[in-house]
């Protein structure tokens, strides 16, 4: 079998990476995937720090093009490819084009960093915190924000639990969290979540009118949101936001249970010990397989969001493994 010529350093559990994996799987375009801990894995393949010497989260070869940026390479993808797979992903008028840009860049400019900071700072909060808050919200604009009527600050929110017992939160974070850092993240908790909760009002109101963000067919904009916001929808602490919005629950149900999704997920639980390769989707029966789902070809959905505590998120969303992943060099799909 000849080589496929597009390539993707890159560890599945980064935003970025998963991002460029579905729309990979959305075109059906054959790739290699070559696991890459950008913090430690990389230290060890000089091959790879000749494409991306700051050791990024993502790297995208197709022949002698090399990106690093996902939504250019989502572009990029869709553009190329275009007579196979999902036709739908870019459009095919100026003006879906137009707004599929739109969207899509509402999503880089206005989605990602507080979807990102909410991610991070879930990892270093009690698992019980935000949920002791859902009785209403404190800031008085009608659309909840996980935060009841406890002790108020000069903003509104509420942080009752906190001060009521800063001991109690700091002992109920992961192992090794300070009593400050709980109260940090707690603080950037609620900034992120008050900028994500009036965007997703925007999305509400949006989806009463179309099917998807950019119109009535599944396209790039949508598929960009798909790695930060499974990581809240599966959190309970998080899950409300998208839950009591009935246009934007609708959405979410619809874009989280594409086929595409499920084979980025289960890529993104620890490789098989089988050896380089052990990545390797395979057809069987008209489906595709990733060793180490289940026995009969069907990938399992596990749900990869809670409370993570082995990775450290970044602000754009990436998750950086403390633990060095092997490369894998030889994971065709």
């Keep these: 079998m000849a080589p496929t010529s597009v390539k993707v350093f890159g560890s599945p559990k980064s935003a970025e990476v998963a991002r460029v994996l579905m729309c990979l799987f959305e075109k059906d375009v054959e790739f290699q995937l070559i696991r890459v801990d950008a913090y430690h894995g990389a230290k060890r393949m000089p091959q790879y720090l000749k494409l991306q010497p700051r050791g990024e989260a993502l790297t995208f070869e197709d022949d002698s093009l090399t990106l690093s940026e996902s939504r250019g390479i989502l572009r990029h993808i869709s553009h190329k490819y ?137 396209t790039i904009a949508d598929l960009s949101h798909l790695p930060n916001a499974d990581r809240l929808a599966s959190d309970p602490r998080s899950r409300r936001m998208f839950e009591r919005r009935r246009n934007v629950s609708r959405w979410w149900n619809d874009v989280s249970r594409r086929q595409s999704w499920a084979y980025v997920k289960s890529l993104q639980r620890p490789p098989s010990s089988n050896g380089a390769g052990a990545d390797a989707v395979q057809a069987q029966n008209g489906q595709k397989r990733v060793d180490g789902s289940d026995n009969d070809g069907k990938l399992q959905r596990d749900q990869y969001g809670g409370n993570d505590n082995g990775h450290q998120h970044s602000q754009y969303g990436e998750a950086r493994d403390y633990q060095q992943e092997r490369p894998s060099a030889d994971g065709r799909y």
């Excluded at 009785?135 to 008085?140: E, R, T």
């Excluded at 017992?165 to 900034?191: C, H, I, Q, W, Y």
């Excluded at 109101?205 to 599944?218: H, M, N, P, S």
């Design 82 to 218: 275009a007579k196979q797979g999902n036709p739908d992903l870019i459009g095919s008028g100026a003006l879906e084009r137009a707004s599929i840009e739109q969207w899509l860049q509402t999503e880089a400019q206005s989605f990602d960093v507080p979807s990102a900071e909410m991610v991070y700072s879930l990892a270093f909060l009690p698992p019980a915190m935000p949920q002791q808050h859902q009785n209403g919200n404190g800031n008085g604009n009608g659309n909840g924000n996980g935060y009841g009527d406890g002790d108020r600050n000069r903003n509104g929110m509420g942080n009752g639990v906190v001060n009521a017992s800063t001991n109690r939160v700091a002992a109920g974070a992961p192992p090794g969290t300070t009593k400050e850092k709980v109260e940090e993240m707690r603080r950037l908790f609620e900034k992120s979540q008050r900028e994500l909760e009036k965007l997703l009002d925007i999305y509400e109101q949006r989806l009463e009118e179309a099917a998807y963000l950019a119109g009535d067919k599944f």
